[in-house]
């Protein structure tokens, strides 16, 4: 992880991770322990501001989605907003703009379709969202051209992005993570 950030810090201004890196990243001094209590997290780099909800200590309330920010976007004053949607496998991001706010999300669907669902029974009005992109868990003949159906899946991901303002891009590579994004 920490190659893909300094290999695309003058390429890209946001990057978006599904199941980030989560582990020891330093040690802390310490009291108790001569050697230090472990500090977990996931990667940081100088140019590069992380985005994240941080929960215990325990692997299976790892975040499962992370942004990077560029600092070249800081006077965009990029935020996690949690009062918006507060979910392990979604993160809405705003940026401010002459006086605009504009969102961003990034999503993780697991195989039980949890953040799908979660946005479809859970729905937030979102009248700036630009983007909602991610590992949705759902392969469809809709967009990867080695898939001959299309799931009920993919029309209720397809139906909540519509509910969103979105319309599906096109990826370059065929069989791509799909992403939304405003029409």
Known sequence: ?????????DSFNILFIQEPPWRTIRQAPSTR?????PVVGGPIHPEWTPIVRYSPDNEDTCP???AFIHSRLQRLRPAYRRD???????QVISLYSQGECVYLMNV???S???????LTNEFVEFPGLLYMGGDFN????EWDPTVRSVPPEADVLTDLADSFGLERSIPENPGAHVLFIQS
Do not use: Q, W
Not at 1 to 9: F, H, I, R, Y
Not at 33 to 37: C, S, V
Not at 112 to 118: G, L, N, P, S
């Open 112 to 118: 039980h379709r949890e953040a799908i669902t979660f």
């Open 1 to 9: 992880m920490d190659t893909v950030l300094e290999t695309n810090k």
């Open 108 to 110: 993780y669907s697991d």
């Open 64 to 66: 499962r989605v992370m």
């Open 33 to 37: 322990d001569p050697n230090g209590e």
């Open 138 to 141: 759902v392969r469809s003949a």
């Open 84 to 90: 918006l949607v507060d979910h392990r496998d979604i």
